[in-house]
Every structure is written in structure tokens, then in C-alpha cells.
């Protein structure tokens, strides 16, 4: 299995198609077959094009051979999640309010990814306005975990890890604003970035909680996600909150940087709730750092048991507001049974929405609500203060820290989907670094004795992914687990 | 499920619904007021922590205003931006009467 085309590495099929041993459409026509295989079973996508992405295959295999090849993602199929506009194509967020919505322009990364010569492969499934853990909360279909049918792939960018471990895309965009990348990653055993606020464009993403919200990349490896990282990082005029920092070249960083580092353990992440075999595999990995030299060090982020109900607050109030422009005026689904305008925006909503999003639109609308605001969405937003001071305080001391990236491996489908609570503290190690605006990466951290992938989450520093990607890197390069591969 | 609910008799769902514009159903109604009860016995944990003198923190990293330039840049056509619109007549999205 392991030599199989749709299971290779992005720079490993990029070095391929330099070197004539293979084509952009025998790829393409490979990865389409594979999905032809498995999708019955495993259901990541919402929607693709196979024809038209046959089209930009030959197109770039065109440029190659008149010696204009655009770099290393030139002809390769790539996943876009169901909430990252491409032109011309469906965009769904996964939500019977826009099922029949088609995107009138390109997110700037998909822009990034056009103009680099990738092809934006399918749409990907994911969990209703991208609010949930497992991508049940889709309102089309339930995306498996490749690695065991009856489990979730985690969520919300479900879809988006799914295809990439399945081998139906060679990589994938998601988007995180409280896991969202990082979680799926570890529960289907592929490697997820989440970068620092702000360096990714937002722009063509549908907005969930924009103080939260980033783009970022799902692959094989490491040095697959620096390329793709490095393809869509950058200032964008477009989106007023993207920032002006030096993209250096991440990919090559990788083999500059060496460490050793210091890496810091947040004894709050290793409390009640973490699965032993989970904890066993992150302490493995705290040992492969310390035998290549780096210091490990105990630090505590104090108010990490707030962080659930800070986010909460700050996540749905935020997607109170932007979810209010689903109004069956412009755009989206309108129920056909309204009378006047107001009742046309109860009738549409209560239609178009599923549950998990009414659930979140209302207990945003309540946190907002006059009388409630101090004590719960002020409040929270001072408790974000504190837990981003405790990020601050602790990188005086390390480099980045380590944890687990989900407190257990995949669970089974419809296991917590009748307790939101359940689902949200499933969230625990990964909302933080969206509170606190860092980057964020999942590795694969190899498998419990049933066969289900776990995770390591490393924790940089704002803006310095380069160093994050190498100390990822420095744990991969020591194990063999992104050679695995599930047979769905 | 505990007896959250009452720790939280303020939580009137059905005026929050109202102010969302969605309309529930009776079996909505109970299941996320039950649901949202647990959520919110969860959150109270906030009002433990000392936010004395703390500054609220809207964004990671504070950015000044960016400023754009004033000037026209090309933009949706007229044809594209009612592309998505369910209802629309003479390049303008329809909507219910509004007033009388």
C-alpha cells in the first residue's frame, strides 16, 4: 500500500512530476479513482468536479513540459473545505442554508493556491457553519474515520482529514477556531496547522468568530505543510486584521533549524479526562525530545480549566453576529411559508439552520443580550486576557510547549452528539491557542492498541511557525507513523 | 444532565429565539433550553476568577486602524451579486411588502 500514488507525500509527488516519472493527469485520475473507491464509505466530500480538475491537470502538465512549471504544488490536487469560497464552485458550509450557493469570487487562498498551480480538488464536509467536533453536525452526510468506519474523524474540518488520510486528497484546507484543524488531525493521523492570527488572509472564508477564525493546512508531513504554509501565509489588504510579518521560506527553515529547544509541559493538560494510552504516547514523545537534547520543562497555564467557557461565550457571541446575515433576503435558502419580512427571517432561520448552530446563535444572542453582556461576554473577554498572559508568561521560559492535541482518540458516532457539553470539553487542549491568537500544530503520535491514531500538539510562539514546523519536523523524523495508512 | 437549569432562571429561550429570529419548535424549545442549561452550569465557572483590573482582551494582537486607500477598486458586477438571491427583479434583491 505504501508505495501507492494517492498515498505519497506532496514533496515527494512534486519531486515525481519534476522528474518526469509521473503526470499531473496520472495523479489527478489516480487520486479521482481512490475517491471512486473509498467515498462510499468514507463520504468526505460534498461535492467535486473530476472533469474539471482532469482539465487543470493537463494544463499543468502543459506548463511543465514548455518548462513553466509554477513551483512545487504545480498539478496537485489539493481539498478545500466547505466554508473557503472557490469561484465558480458550490459553497455550502455543510448548512441547508446555502446548498445551493455558488461562490462569485476566490478566497485569497485559494487565489495563493491558483496562482501556485494547484488544483482545488472537491469540497469538503465539515460540521455546519463549522461548529462541532466530529462532523455529525453536517446537515448532507456523516464523514467516517478512515481508520474505523463506526468512528468520527473529528470536526470540524472532518472532511478535510478524512480525505487527506484516506488518500482522496494529497493534502486539504481547513479552518480552526477552536480545534478545528488540530483535532480532525490527530483523530485520522495526519498532520494539522493552525496558524498565529493574522497570517493567513480570512478573506473567502465564511466567518464563524472572527477574532478566532484561521485558514490553515492539513498534510502527510511536515515539510508538506510548510509548503502549503508558505503558499497561503501573507498580508492581505482585504482582510483588515491580517498582519504585515516577513514570510520567511518555511520549507527550507526546516533543515536550518536544529534546536535543541526547550520545550515546556503544562501539568493542567495532563489532569482528569485524558486517556491513558493517549498519555503514554505523549510522554514517548516528551522522551524523543529529551534524548535529542532538548530541556523539558514543567510549566502551568493557570487558567487553562476556563478556557471551555471563555471560548463559549466569545465563540457564539461572535457567531450570533455573523450568522445574522442569513436573513433570506440576498443570499441562501428562503422559506417559501413567510408572510412579511420579519416572519420571512424566523421561518428562513428555524429552516435553514440545524440544530448545533440554533443552539449557538441563541446562547450567543443571550451572552449579548442586554443585562447579560458584563457578566458574561465582557467577563470572558478578561479571562481571554489572562489565559493569553499565561501563554506569554510561560514562552519566557520555552520555546513552544507540548501536549496532547484530544483527550481521546475517535469516538464512536452519535457517542456525545445528544450533549453538547461532552462535545465542547472535547475541545479542552486545543482552544487556547485560538484565545490566545498562537500557532498551533498536530502531529501523528502513533496508535492505540485498537488501531486508532492519536496526536501531539506543539504550541509556538506568535509568528514564528518556522521554528514550530521544526520541532514538529525534529518528532517526525524519529517515527515512521504518516507511513500508515488506512484501507477503508 | 443536573439541575442546571435552575441555577440559570433568567435564561427565558424563548425571548433569546425571539431576539435571534428563529423560530422553535416546542421539542427545540425544551432540548436547548436543557442543553444550554449544562452549557451554562459549565460557563458559570467564570464568575469564580479574579478579572479585577484585567483589560478585555477583542483580538490577539491589537491592531491600529487600517486605513485604505479612497479609491474605486473593480467589484462585484450587478450580475454576480444577485447570482445567489432567491427572488430578485430588475437588478434588485424582492423582499415581502414592507409598508403599507
Not at chain 1, 518526469?20 to 496520472?26: Q, T, W
Not at chain 1, 477552536?178 to 498532520?191: D, E, K, M, T
Not at chain 1, 498536530?442 to 496526536?455: A, E, I, K, Y
Amino acid at each position: 500500500m505504501a508505495s501507492e500514488i494517492f498515498h505519497q507525500p506532496l514533496a515527494r509527488l512534486a519531486a515525481m512530476l519534476g522528474a518526469g516519472e509521473l503526470s499531473s493527469v496520472e495523479l489527478m485520475q489516480a487520486v479521482a479513482d481512490r475517491c471512486r473507491d473509498v467515498e462510499p464509505r468514507v463520504q468526505a466530500f460534498n461535492s467535486r468536479d473530476e472533469a474539471g480538475a482532469l482539465a487543470q491537470a493537463a494544463e499543468s502538465d502543459r506548463r511543465r513540459s514548455r518548462g513553466a512549471a509554477l513551483g512545487p504544488l504545480d498539478g496537485i490536487p489539493i481539498g478545500i473545505k466547505d466554508v473557503i469560497a472557490v469561484a465558480g464552485q458550490p459553497l455550502t458550509a455543510s448548512s441547508r442554508m446555502l446548498e445551493h450557493y455558488v461562490s462569485p469570487y476566490d478566497a485569497t487562498v485559494i487565489r495563493k493556491l491558483k496562482e501556485a498551480g494547484a488544483i482545488c480538488w472537491g469540497r469538503l464536509n465539515l460540521d455546519e457553519f463549522a461548529m462541532g467536533s466530529s462532523t455529525e453536525n453536517s446537515a448532507f452526510k456523516t464523514t467516517s474515520n478512515p481508520w474505523d468506519l463506526s468512528r468520527v474523524p473529528g470536526g470540524s474540518s472532518g472532511g478535510s482529514a478524512a480525505a487527506v488520510a484516506a488518500g482522496e486528497a494529497v493534502a486539504a484546507l481547513g479552518s480552526d477556531t477552536g480545534g478545528s484543524i488540530r483535532q480532525p488531525s490527530a483523530l485520522c493521523n495526519v498532520v494539522g496547522l493552525k496558524p498565529t492570527y493574522g497570517l493567513v488572509s480570512r478573506y473567502g472564508l465564511i466567518a464563524f468568530a472572527s477574532s478566532l477564525d484561521q485558514i490553515g493546512p492539513f498534510a502527510r508531513t511536515v515539510e508538506d505543510a510548510a509548503i502549503l504554509l508558505g503558499t497561503i501565509a501573507g498580508h492581505d489588504p482585504l482582510d483588515s486584521t491580517s498582519f504585515q510579518a516577513e514570510i520567511p521560506d518555511y520549507r527550507g527553515e526546516l533543515s536550518r533549524r536544529k534546536g535543541p529547544w526547550k520545550l515546556g509541559i503544562a501539568r493542567e493538560y495532563f489532569a482528569e479526562g485524558l486517556d491513558p494510552e493517549v498519555g503514554s504516547a505523549v510522554q514517548a514523545a516528551i522522551d524523543h525530545y529529551r534524548r535529542l537534547g532538548c530541556e523539558i520543562r514543567e510549566i502551568s497555564l493557570p487558567h487553562t480549566k476556563y478556557a471551555v467557557g471563555a471560548y463559549y461565550i466569545i465563540a457564539t457571541a461572535e457567531c450570533s453576529s455573523n450568522l445574522a446575515r442569513y436573513d433570506g433576503v440576498r443570499y441562501g435558502h428562503r422559506s417559501a411559508a413567510a408572510g412579511d419580512t420579519v416572519d420571512l427571517y424566523f421561518k428562513t432561520r428555524a429552516e435553514g439552520f440545524g440544530p448545533e448552530v440554533k443552539r449557538r446563535v441563541i446562547l450567543g444572542t443571550y451572552v449579548l443580550s442586554s443585562g447579560y453582556h458584563d457578566a458574561y461576554y465582557l467577563r470572558a473577554q478578561k479571562v481571554r486576557t489572562l489565559i493569553r498572559r499565561d501563554f506569554l508568561e510561560a514562552y519566557r521560559d520555552v520555546d513552544a510547549i507540548l501536549t496532547p492535541t484530544a483527550p481521546t482518540p475517535a469516538f464512536k458516532k452519535g457517542e456525545k452528539s445528544a450533549d453538547p457539553l461532552a462535545m465542547y470539553l472535547n475541545d479542552i487542549y486545543t482552544i487556547g491557542v485560538n484565545l490566545a491568537g498562537l500557532p498551533g500544530i498536530s502531529v501523528p503520535c502513533g496508535f492505540t492498541r485498537s488501531g486508532l491514531p492519536m496526536g501531539l500538539q506543539l504550541i509556538g510562539q506568535p509568528f514564528r511557525e518556522a521554528e514550530l514546523l521544526a520541532i514538529a519536523r525534529a518528532y517526525e523524523a524519529g517515527h515512521d507513523w504518516s507511513g500508515r495508512h488506512p484501507s477503508p | 444532565m443536573t439541575d442546571s437549569m435552575d441555577s440559570h432562571p433568567d435564561f427565558d429561550i424563548e425571548h433569546v429565539a425571539k431576539l435571534a429570529r428563529i423560530a422553535l419548535t416546542p421539542e427545540e424549545r425544551a432540548a436547548f433550553s436543557a442543553q444550554l442549561g449544562d452549557v451554562l452550569g459549565h460557563i458559570a465557572l467564570l464568575q469564580e476568577v479574579d478579572v479585577s483590573g484585567v483589560e478585555p482582551t477583542a483580538h490577539a494582537f491589537p491592531m491600529d486602524n487600517v486605513w485604505a486607500e479612497d479609491r474605486a477598486n473593480p467589484g462585484l458586477t450587478v450580475g454576480d451579486a444577485l447570482r445567489n438571491a432567491p427572488a430578485q427583479r430588475d437588478g434588485m434583491f424582492v423582499v415581502p411588502k414592507v409598508v403599507e
